[in-house]
């Protein structure tokens, strides 16, 4: 069964450097997100992206937050300088089309800042 | 602003013995109510869509009920390999094809042998 894919499984970062979270989501989904969930806290939304740009994004997802498409396949989210608070797991998810279809996640990015 | 309660935090029950998770919610309109199953260290997995009040889907000893404003889990004659955290999330109405995910913490679900 197709499935979404992220890497690496588990980034440590020295605070204020950037850092790059990479998803391949299932093949030929058109609708793409990322999440976080912080240690024993709940999954919340950080941004969708569709059609080469951002859809709706959360008061989390601040300037310092970026997401890019730059193949067919790949698609990132870029913190340029991190903070102790964006130490969670981030979680990248897909969906094949509009209308009530599931998100389909990944088993995550677990970023630990120093 | 939509938000999910789901309770209890944490159920412990003994194998075989059924119960049900409770999940709140209060949304503009609702387009869909998404159960999902996460193991630690993993990303949630899709179980159910539910779409309107009354809708029921069973997957092997799981079942999902939906009222206008609640969904009920329930779990019949569990085993130990059902044990995880159980997530419920809201997804609105909207212009958008397909919205973002409104979660809630979720039940962390552990069963005895």
């Known amino acids: 069964e197709p499935e979404v894919t992220q890497t690496p499984s588990h980034q440590v970062t020295q605070m204020g450097q950037e850092v790059i979270l990479r998803c391949v989501p299932i093949?030929?989904?058109?609708?793409f997100y990322w999440y976080r969930q912080i240690l024993g806290q709940k999954v919340e939304f950080l941004v969708s992206?569709?059609?080469?740009?951002?859809?709706?994004k959360s008061e989390i997802f601040d300037d310092q937050f970026s997401v890019e498409r730059p193949d067919g396949s790949n698609f990132t989210l870029k913190i340029r300088s991190t903070k102790l608070e964006d130490s969670a797991m981030y979680f990248c998810?897909?969906?094949?089309?509009?209308?009530?279809?599931?998100?389909?996640f990944g088993d995550g990015t677990r970023l630990s800042i120093l | 602003e939509d938000q999910v309660t789901q309770s209890p935090e944490a159920l412990r029950l003994q194998e075989g013995e059924s119960s049900s998770l409770n999940c709140s919610y209060t949304?503009?309109?609702?387009?869909?109510l998404f159960w999902y199953r996460q193991d630690p260290g993993k990303g949630p997995e899709f179980l159910f869509t539910?779409?309107?009040a009354g809708e029921e889907k069973e997957k092997e000893r799981l079942k999902a009920t939906l009222t206008k404003k609640e969904s009920f889990l329930h779990i019949t004659a569990p085993k130990p390999e059902d044990s995880a955290t159980y997530l419920c999330?809201?997804?609105?109405?909207?212009?958008?094809?397909?919205?973002?995910?409104?979660f809630g913490t979720g039940t962390r679900l552990t069963i005895i042998p």
């Open positions: 992206f569709y059609n080469n740009e951002i859809s709706e």
């Open positions: 539910l779409y309107s």
């Open positions: 949304v503009s309109g609702l387009r869909g």
């Open positions: 998810a897909s969906v094949g089309g509009a209308g009530n279809q599931p998100q389909h």
């Open positions: 093949s030929n989904h058109l609708y």
């Open positions: 999330a809201v997804q609105a109405l909207a212009d958008f094809g397909n919205e973002k995910l409104t």
